[in-house]
């Protein structure tokens, strides 16, 4: 018998930023890497005698809570990526939300159903990922085994493999359990987050998952160009962006390019009505992408002098000081070396 741990990777830049991120490479952000630490002490006393990630950067990111501490080698398994979202890739959640609500509703109630241009079909990509997972249990009877993998392909799979459960979103770093034996699958547990606190849970922060009838999360898109806003008022910049919630102008993102590798925000506002919503995180990523496109390394984020508007935005993403009002993040793609000994 094989014990297999599915494991969701951290947070990432899709998960903070509310975009499409399927086989669109992304970061793990700081909450992620604390979550990691949390996975980290999880495993500590579990054993593992292999350990298997997706060819992204935030799985092999995640995988180190298991691989570094055991002394295991991180074995890549292309199969065991996300979904592709073909057309839908660095889509901003809010986008979809506003024009394609149907097909939005459709990826998270219904997935076996779910098409768009471009992107792989249910069966298309529960058949490789389960593939790949039966060879690994197959390799390694008698063993315990991690896979770090990626949340709506392994909701896929799960559904198909126990058309009989009910199968939720995943938290970032819950972990669902199999045995395997004889050519079949049980489910130990599904999607267990227990390692994290309410301060670590994305999931906890969010209510568009929830049949509570809380009101839903807000999600932002981005139309390039100036849109008068109230009460915002925006320098002469190289690009501007302004922030829809639905069809309503509710921000102003004001960027420029300050040398090859760096890019600069110098305005970043919202409405008054969206402001303490936790939203500017959204304008950053929108950034953050911005600048990637245009082949940029560094980001830096201007606060003028006095305004505390922007402090929890600097404190959340760890930006770095750098004096008279300037922040900065390095926003290259990158497998950081993750501190495991944290809190």
Known sequence: MTTIYLIRHGEAEGNLYRRMHGQLDSNITPLGRRQIAALARRFQDIPVEACYASDLRRTQTTAQAVYRPKGLDLRLEPRFREICLGVWEETPFGY??????????????????????????????????????????????????????????????????FPEEKIPHCDNTAVTCLKYQEGRFALEYLNDNRHLDENLSTLARQRWWRATGQA???NLWFRPG????????????QYVFTAMSEHSPVGILALDEEDDITGRITYLGLDETYRRLGLAVQLFGQ??????????????????????GLDALVRQLELTAEGAGRFSADIRYQIPLVSLDTM
């Not at 249990?137 to 198909?160: E, F, I, L, N, Y």
């Not at 950034?287 to 505390?308: D, H, I, N, Q």
């Open 216 to 218: 839903k999360d807000v």
């Open 287 to 308: 950034a953050v992408f911005a600048f990637r496109a245009l082949g940029k390394e560094r980001l830096v984020l201007e606060v003028p002098a006095g305004f505390t």
């Open 96 to 161: 979809l939300y506003t024009f394609e609500e149907s097909a939005i509703n459709c990826f998270n109630r219904d997935p076996v159903h779910w098409q768009v241009e471009g992107a792989e079909p249910y069966p298309v990509y529960t058949d490789r990922f389960l593939a790949a997972l039966e060879e690994v249990a197959k390799r390694h009877d008698g063993q315990h085994v991690a896979v770090v993998t990626h949340g709506s392909v392994m909701r896929g799979a799960m559904m198909r493999l």
């Open 226 to 237: 100036f849109t008068a806003v109230p009460g915002l008022a925006v320098p002469q910049s």
